[in-house]
């Protein structure tokens, strides 16, 4: 199975400040990768699809990169609404697995 | 509007069986491949498995930690899906959804379209 590996497993920011966060894949997976941004108590949103594209509706704001086994997204200025929790999701092959998950908070 | 409403979540003992539900409107269901994701109390997400659509003969894929107990299976006339869980565990205890796969032209065979969920609690 391949594992998905997410950093920082958390982070403190504030309203205004960029944020990257990485995901590795323990072998390689192209470009196979999605993210998704959790609120508590909430269905997970899907953000970006095919490593770098961006979902339909999803703030400009948001961007992802990478392909192989290194992977990030990006907010380019952290929004009110933006704090949750973050997922990347490989879908190379079965099983699909997620990251442990990144807690972005309020600083 | 696109969406996906779970319902059959509930309390049962360790080795008994619930059947989870999903009802989809606002696309063509039949088009699509579902998936059944969980997330245990406290903890991350974790992906269930996959049913195809009928062109891909509805066939299915599971998680090693579900395979045997759960079965996934769907009604494309009713635009329902559906998890037979049987043979539980406590750590079975989740809130589970059900996801639509884009596939077609965006190639992409994540999910992109989530239901609110339905709470299964395993517990004697």
């Known amino acids: 199975d391949i594992q998905m590996t997410q950093s920082p497993s958390s982070l403190s920011a504030s309203v205004g400040d960029r944020v990257t966060i990485t995901c590795r894949a323990s072998?390689?997976?192209?470009?196979?990768l999605g993210w998704y941004l959790q609120k508590p108590g909430k269905a997970p949103k899907h953000l970006i699809y095919?490593?770098?594209s961006l979902q339909s509706g999803v703030p400009s704001r948001f961007s992802g990169s990478g392909s192989g086994t290194e992977f990030t997204l990006t907010i380019s200025s952290l929004q009110p609404e933006d704090f949750a929790t973050y997922y990347c999701?490989?879908?190379?092959?079965?099983?699909?697995?997620f990251g442990g998950g990144t807690k972005v908070e309020i600083k | 509007e696109v969406q996906l409403v779970e319902s059959g979540g509930g309390l049962v003992q360790p080795g008994g069986s619930l059947r989870l539900s999903c009802a989809a409107s606002?696309?063509?269901?039949?088009?699509?491949?579902m998936d059944w994701v969980r997330q245990a109390p406290g903890k991350g997400l974790e992906w269930v498995g996959r049913?195809?659509?009928?062109?891909?003969?509805?066939?299915?894929e599971y998680a090693a930690s579900v395979k045997g107990r759960f079965t996934i299976s769907r009604d494309d006339s009713k635009n329902s899906l559906h998890l037979q869980m049987n043979s539980l565990k406590t750590e079975d205890t989740a809130v589970y959804y059900c996801?639509?796969?884009?596939?077609?032209?965006?190639?992409?065979?994540?999910?992109?379209?989530w239901g609110q969920g339905t709470t299964v609690t395993v517990s004697s």
């Open positions: 996801a639509r796969i884009p596939g077609g032209t965006t190639k992409y065979y994540g999910m992109d379209v």
């Open positions: 095919a490593a770098s």
């Open positions: 999701l490989h879908h190379n092959n079965y099983p699909l697995t």
């Open positions: 606002g696309f063509t269901f039949s088009d699509h491949y």
């Open positions: 072998q390689g997976i192209g470009s196979n």
């Open positions: 049913i195809r659509n009928k062109a891909n003969s509805y066939t299915t």
